[in-house]
């Protein structure tokens, strides 16, 4: 576990703003006729604008500058030349690396508008994320986290993603420790100023179960029912968790 320092930090929370912002930035430019393609050239010309580099791309050879995960697929979704439609989900999953650090930060959205059930399942994926990070404070483990997330999607009748799970996040974009969306019943490491981890809840609207498509990347729900994803950066302080990928001072203005 690499804890940060106000001096990392200082080069951090920079990163994960931008994080913020070009997810911001790239779900505005989601719209029914839109292909995930131009949603991912449009999120590279950003990322590109800021000066900073896409995370995810050339990542264990990922080929695209974001993950981009329509309907039933539950995460690293490939670009395509596939159309969005009204009423689809799409969950935009956004890494950049800048000042040598990665923000990591996530949300699904619907496609000019869509089903009531469909926007329950993202309000309860985003509602478990706020819940998990709530719990982001010392003298808590990491299963507390995982088990705020777990009851509150399995109380409203959604299941969680075990195959995948949020982790810490610094220099490198994997670091330990794995942050569950479930309890595993493993010993959990005890939380600690200057840890900083991504707590990302992937929420089916089925089945938990989920398969790899021939492509290698994309997640996909085994009953084909709609899957949700939400994800910030969290720094643990002495306190309250400080949300990283906020978003909201402008990168340009926080270089160092
Ligand atoms: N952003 C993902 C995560 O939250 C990781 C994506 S890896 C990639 O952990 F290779 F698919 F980009
Ligand atoms: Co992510
Ligand atoms: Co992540």
């Known amino acids: 576990m690499v804890l940060k320092n106000e001096q990392d930090l200082v080069l ?9 912002t070009v997810l911001d930035e790239v779900c505005s430019f989601v719209q029914p006729g839109v292909t995930t393609r131009q949603i991912d050239e449009y999120a590279a010309g950003r990322i590109r604008g800021y000066g900073a580099k896409s995370a995810f791309l050339g990542y264990r050879k990922y080929p695209c500058h974001l993950c981009l995960s329509v309907n039933e697929q539950v995460v690293h979704g490939l670009a395509t030349d596939n159309r969005l439609k009204f ?5 935009l999953d956004v890494g950049v690396v800048y000042n040598g650090f990665i923000g990591d930060t996530a949300r699904t959205v619907a496609v000019g508008g869509c089903s009531v059930e469909a926007q329950r399942l993202m309000d309860v994926t985003e509602q478990s994320l706020y819940l998990g990070i709530a719990q982001a404070i010392p003298g808590k483990r990491v299963v507390d986290i995982s088990r705020a997330v777990q009851r509150h999607v399995e109380g409203n009748g959604f299941s969680v993603v075990r195959e995948f799970v949020g982790h810490g996040v610094g220099r490198s974009m994997h ?9 595993d019943g493993k010993r959990s490491p005890k939380l600690v100023p200057g840890m900083t981890i991504a707590i990302e809840p992937m929420v089916n609207a089925g089945s938990r179960d989920v398969r790899i498509l ?18 910030h950066t969290v720094l643990v302080t002495e306190s309250e968790p400080e949300i990283l990928t906020c978003g909201t001072k402008k990168p340009s203005t926080s270089k160092p």
Do not use: Y
């Open 12 to 20: 951090m929370r920079p990163a994960c703003q931008l994080a913020q």
């Open 87 to 91: 009423g689809d989900i799409i969950s």
């Open 175 to 183: 670091e330990e420790p794995q942050v569950p969306n479930f309890d």
């Open 214 to 231: 021939k492509d290698g990347w994309t997640v996909v729900t085994k009953d084909g029912q709609l899957s949700a994803h939400f994800e």
